[in-house]
């Protein structure tokens, strides 16, 4: 099995993952966007892939600013995840 199959056949369960966090309620609003932003970092990726192949001629990883620019995708993702924990941590102490 191809990487590339791998990968897209990944975004089934992942995309099982964010209906249930979502529907469940429970999970922090900022943290669930940090996990919706996930989905913009692959949304992201995937063209830039494509582009630095064609125009390039070589993988995302190897042209610098486009592979950098990708990643601040999931950088911001992850940012959102972990402040949207923090906060709710925060939450349930203030009550307690």
């Not at 609003?29 to 830039?48: E, M, N, S, W």
Request: hydrophobic content about 55%; cysteine-free.
């Amino acid at each position: 099995m191809s990487k590339e199959t791998l990968f897209a056949l990944s975004l089934f369960p992942y995309l099982g993952f964010l209906w249930f966090i979502h529907r469940s309620q429970l999970m922090p609003r900022l943290a669930l966007y940090g996990f919706y932003g996930t989905l913009v970092f692959v949304g992201v990726t995937i063209p830039a892939g494509i582009y630095a192949k064609v125009h390039y001629g070589e993988a995302l990883a190897n042209v610098d600013w486009l592979h950098g620019g990708a990643e601040v995708f999931l950088t911001l993702s992850n940012i959102l995840i972990v402040v949207g924990f923090a906060q709710a941590i925060r939450q349930v102490k203030a009550k307690n």
